[in-house]
């Protein structure tokens, strides 16, 4: 479905190494969510009020939450997208690096807000009324967070999106939410025990302690993080493959943003071969990882007697 859905609204949307590809598939993620979410916002809030239930209301305003950070995630897509300029002659990347701890700074507040009024309810708890309008609501809201929690995280993977992994892993806790919340009306239905503010902070808890992981994962890329060791090898071993090339050393890596990865390396070749033979080979190595790869690589060259 999610690949049909995406054929539908991106054509190109297999090529993810495209940055127009890639930028337009993080958009339309985001216009869906702005959507879903809102729906689910109308029909969460909706059946609280008119059932009195604190949890509900709870789980209904973090839909708005999701729903603001999904136009944080569009307008971070949007932002990365722009061309380089004088101020910012590596372009701006990183603007989607920042619309990801925006997502998970609202995911904390969304945690600390739930858990405010989780305690309100546990000291004074007000009676809900149980029936067919709370199942339906949470439970078609519970199927939605589910498959957008996976659909997000495919998607992430895909593309190699830290905001919409923050979105997924947001999708996920608002499904948790929505299954307490439910599971909590279901038991108080049977056993008369008022778990509505039970529920509620024991979901906050859960979120708040995600929120502090990803804030922790998304400040990360932006204060500087070391490259991983996997893009560390990738980009050694095609260096080492071109003809020529006897070793390296002093690679750096620095990330302006997805597909956006400046790289210079000392690269060792034979001192007896022709200036303008090793200077072709530097040439097509530098090529190479800019076509296919989206990295801009720049050589030192490091003459060494082949004995």
Do not use: C
Not at 269 to 295: F, K, Q
């Amino acid at each position: 479905m999610e690949k049909w859905l995406l054929r539908r609204l991106v054509s190109s949307f297999q090529d993810t190494k495209d940055p127009e590809t890639r930028n337009a598939l993080g958009r339309v993620a985001g216009w869906m969510g702005i959507g879903i979410n809102l729906l689910l916002v109308v029909g969460k809030i909706t059946a609280g009020l008119l059932t009195g239930s604190i949890a509900v209301v709870a789980d209904g305003a973090n839909n708005l939450m999701d729903a603001l950070g999904s136009v944080i995630t569009v307008a971070g897509f949007r932002m990365a997208a722009k061309k380089a300029d004088e101020e910012h002659p590596h372009g701006h990347g990183r603007y989607e690096y920042i619309a990801g701890l925006a997502v998970a700074v609202l995911v904390l507040v969304v945690g600390v807000e739930l858990a405010r009024g989780g305690i309100s309810e546990i000291i004074a708890p007000s009676p809900v009324e149980f029936g067919v309008l709370i199942i339906t609501v949470l439970g078609l809201s519970l199927a939605i967070k589910i498959w957008m929690a996976m659909f997000y995280g495919a998607l992430s993977i895909k593309i190699g999106s830290s905001v919409l992994k923050a979105v997924s892993v947001d999708s996920r806790n608002d499904a948790l939410a929505t299954g307490a919340v439910l599971l909590s009306a279901v038991v108080s239905h049977l056993t008369g025990v008022a778990l509505d503010g039970l529920a509620a902070l024991g979901v906050a808890l859960f979120i708040i302690y995600n929120g502090i992981g990803l804030v922790r994962e998304t400040i990360s890329p932006l204060v500087g993080e070391a490259p991983s060791p996997e893009l560390v090898q990738y980009i050694s071993e095609k260096i080492a493959s071109y003809q020529g090339v006897l070793g390296l050393h002093d690679l750096i890596i620095h990330d302006y943003g997805p597909d956006r990865r400046y790289v210079s390396a000392h690269v060792e070749m034979p001192s007896d071969w022709e200036p303008l033979v090793t200077h072709d080979i530097i040439d097509r190595i530098e090529r190479d990882l800019l076509d296919n790869d989206g990295i801009h690589l720049i050589i030192h060259y490091d003459p060494v007697e082949p004995g």
